[in-house]
Protein backbone atom coordinates (compact mmCIF):
# COMPACT_ATOMS: atom_id res chain seq x y z
CA UNK A 1 0.00 0.00 0.00
CA UNK A 2 1.37 3.35 -1.05
CA UNK A 3 1.57 6.15 1.43
CA UNK A 4 -0.73 9.01 0.67
CA UNK A 5 0.32 12.83 0.22
CA UNK A 6 -2.01 12.89 3.43
CA UNK A 7 0.41 10.20 5.08
CA UNK A 8 3.58 12.13 4.41
CA UNK A 9 1.87 15.42 5.27
CA UNK A 10 1.03 13.92 8.86
CA UNK A 11 4.52 12.47 9.46
CA UNK A 12 6.43 15.76 8.35
CA UNK A 13 4.18 17.66 10.92
CA UNK A 14 4.85 14.76 13.64
CA UNK A 15 8.62 15.09 13.00
CA UNK A 16 8.36 18.96 12.74
CA UNK A 17 6.22 19.00 16.23
CA UNK A 18 8.46 16.44 17.67
CA UNK A 19 11.87 18.56 16.94
CA UNK A 20 10.00 21.78 18.21
CA UNK A 21 8.90 20.22 21.36
CA UNK A 22 12.81 18.64 21.98
CA UNK A 23 14.02 22.20 21.61
CA UNK A 24 11.34 23.78 24.00
CA UNK A 25 12.23 21.77 26.43
CA UNK A 26 15.94 21.87 26.14
CA UNK A 27 15.51 25.55 26.08
CA UNK A 28 13.73 25.97 29.22
CA UNK A 29 15.58 24.09 30.74
CA UNK A 30 19.21 25.43 29.75
CA UNK A 31 17.93 29.17 29.58
CA UNK A 32 18.42 29.59 33.34
CA UNK A 33 21.67 28.09 33.64
CA UNK A 34 23.88 30.61 36.07
CA UNK A 35 27.68 30.39 34.85
CA UNK A 36 31.00 31.97 36.04
CA UNK A 37 30.61 35.40 34.99
CA UNK A 38 26.57 35.96 35.30
CA UNK A 39 24.87 38.12 38.06
CA UNK A 40 23.82 35.65 40.56
CA UNK A 41 20.06 35.72 40.64
CA UNK A 42 18.47 37.84 43.57
CA UNK A 43 17.15 35.61 46.71
CA UNK A 44 16.38 36.11 50.45
CA UNK A 45 16.62 33.38 52.66
CA UNK A 46 16.16 32.46 56.09
CA UNK A 47 18.84 30.04 57.56
CA UNK A 48 17.78 27.64 59.90
CA UNK A 49 19.65 29.71 62.96
CA UNK A 50 17.91 33.14 62.14
CA UNK A 51 20.23 34.81 59.72
CA UNK A 52 18.89 36.31 56.81
CA UNK A 53 21.20 35.95 53.51
CA UNK A 54 20.05 38.20 50.64
CA UNK A 55 21.17 38.83 47.27
CA UNK A 56 21.96 41.59 45.98
CA UNK A 57 23.60 42.93 48.95
CA UNK A 58 23.06 46.28 47.90
CA UNK A 59 19.59 45.38 49.13
CA UNK A 60 19.06 47.83 52.64
CA UNK A 61 17.90 45.03 55.00
CA UNK A 62 20.65 42.67 54.21
CA UNK A 63 22.90 44.40 56.67
CA UNK A 64 24.49 41.59 57.99
CA UNK A 65 25.96 40.40 54.78
CA UNK A 66 26.70 43.02 53.12
CA UNK A 67 30.78 43.14 51.76
CA UNK A 68 30.77 39.42 52.35
CA UNK A 69 31.96 36.71 49.45
CA UNK A 70 29.26 33.92 49.34
CA UNK A 71 29.50 30.17 48.71
CA UNK A 72 26.00 29.19 47.98
CA UNK A 73 25.90 24.89 47.91
CA UNK A 74 23.10 23.52 46.95
CA UNK A 75 22.39 19.75 48.47
CA UNK A 76 20.07 17.26 49.54
CA UNK A 77 20.51 14.38 52.23
CA UNK A 78 19.62 11.70 49.69
CA UNK A 79 23.39 12.84 47.81
CA UNK A 80 26.30 10.99 48.23
CA UNK A 81 28.52 13.14 47.04
CA UNK A 82 27.16 16.06 49.55
CA UNK A 83 27.34 13.96 52.33
CA UNK A 84 31.00 13.74 51.12
CA UNK A 85 31.55 17.73 50.85
CA UNK A 86 29.84 18.42 53.97
CA UNK A 87 32.77 17.56 56.61
CA UNK A 88 35.37 20.00 54.15
CA UNK A 89 33.04 22.63 53.80
CA UNK A 90 32.52 22.99 57.32
CA UNK A 91 36.31 23.57 57.35
CA UNK A 92 36.21 25.92 54.61
CA UNK A 93 33.21 27.97 56.53
CA UNK A 94 35.48 27.83 59.80
CA UNK A 95 38.84 29.03 57.80
CA UNK A 96 37.09 31.78 56.22
CA UNK A 97 34.40 32.97 58.59
CA UNK A 98 36.33 35.68 60.05
CA UNK A 99 37.86 36.74 56.85
CA UNK A 100 34.43 37.55 54.80
CA UNK A 101 33.31 34.25 53.82
CA UNK A 102 29.80 32.90 53.97
CA UNK A 103 28.63 29.46 53.68
CA UNK A 104 25.28 29.16 52.82
CA UNK A 105 24.15 25.63 51.66
CA UNK A 106 20.85 25.44 50.56
CA UNK A 107 18.77 21.62 51.06
CA UNK A 108 16.71 20.45 47.97
CA UNK A 109 15.11 17.62 50.81
CA UNK A 110 11.12 17.40 50.19
CA UNK A 111 11.01 15.37 53.69
CA UNK A 112 12.01 18.06 56.42
CA UNK A 113 12.71 14.65 58.68
CA UNK A 114 15.85 13.43 56.14
CA UNK A 115 16.75 17.23 56.25
CA UNK A 116 17.02 17.12 60.22
CA UNK A 117 18.37 14.15 60.52
CA UNK A 118 21.49 15.24 57.82
CA UNK A 119 21.98 18.01 60.08
CA UNK A 120 21.77 16.69 63.59
CA UNK A 121 24.11 13.87 62.20
CA UNK A 122 27.06 16.14 60.30
CA UNK A 123 26.24 19.54 62.82
CA UNK A 124 27.76 21.50 59.58
CA UNK A 125 29.54 24.49 60.94
CA UNK A 126 28.02 26.98 58.00
CA UNK A 127 24.61 28.55 57.46
CA UNK A 128 21.78 26.03 56.41
CA UNK A 129 18.24 26.27 54.88
CA UNK A 130 15.93 23.97 53.10
CA UNK A 131 14.44 25.33 50.15
CA UNK A 132 12.38 23.44 47.59
CA UNK A 133 12.71 26.34 44.69
CA UNK A 134 15.44 28.15 44.69
CA UNK A 135 17.81 26.05 42.85
CA UNK A 136 15.78 26.41 39.91
CA UNK A 137 16.82 30.31 39.49
CA UNK A 138 20.11 29.14 38.99
CA UNK A 139 19.50 26.33 36.70
CA UNK A 140 20.52 23.55 39.27
CA UNK A 141 19.30 19.97 39.14
CA UNK A 142 21.91 17.96 39.44
CA UNK A 143 23.55 17.87 43.83
CA UNK A 144 25.70 18.82 44.73
CA UNK A 145 26.34 22.09 42.95
CA UNK A 146 28.19 25.82 44.61
CA UNK A 147 28.51 29.36 43.35
CA UNK A 148 31.40 31.30 44.49
CA UNK A 149 29.74 35.25 44.24
CA UNK A 150 31.19 38.30 45.29
CA UNK A 151 30.16 40.60 47.19
CA UNK A 152 28.81 42.67 44.07
CA UNK A 153 26.51 39.84 43.01
CA UNK A 154 29.02 37.92 40.63
CA UNK A 155 29.09 34.74 39.90
CA UNK A 156 32.94 34.10 40.34
CA UNK A 157 32.94 30.00 39.97
CA UNK A 158 30.66 27.14 39.89
CA UNK A 159 31.49 23.81 40.67
CA UNK A 160 29.56 21.05 39.13
CA UNK A 161 30.32 18.50 41.54
CA UNK A 162 31.31 17.42 44.80
CA UNK A 163 34.19 18.99 45.79
CA UNK A 164 37.20 18.52 48.48
CA UNK A 165 36.30 22.48 50.19
CA UNK A 166 39.90 21.41 52.04
CA UNK A 167 41.91 21.16 49.19
CA UNK A 168 44.67 23.43 48.78
CA UNK A 169 43.72 25.24 45.45
CA UNK A 170 40.72 25.72 46.27
CA UNK A 171 41.38 27.18 49.94
CA UNK A 172 44.26 29.52 47.74
CA UNK A 173 41.56 30.23 45.11
CA UNK A 174 39.29 31.77 47.99
CA UNK A 175 42.00 33.59 49.95
CA UNK A 176 42.70 35.03 46.44
CA UNK A 177 39.18 36.42 46.32
CA UNK A 178 39.70 37.58 49.60
CA UNK A 179 42.94 40.27 48.82
Known sequence: MQPTKI?????????ALTVALVFAI????????VMAGDSAPGFTITADNGSVVTLPQS???????????????FWASWCPPCVEETPSLSRLASE???KGVVV???SVDHDPKAYNAFLQKFQPAFLT????TLHEKYGTYMYPETYVISPDGKVLQKFAEGEDWSDPKITRYIASLLE
Open 26 to 33: YSGIHEHV
Open 96 to 98: FAS
Open 129 to 132: ARDL
Open 59 to 73: WPWAPKFTGKLLVLN
Open 104 to 106: LAV
Open 7 to 15: DRYLRIAIC
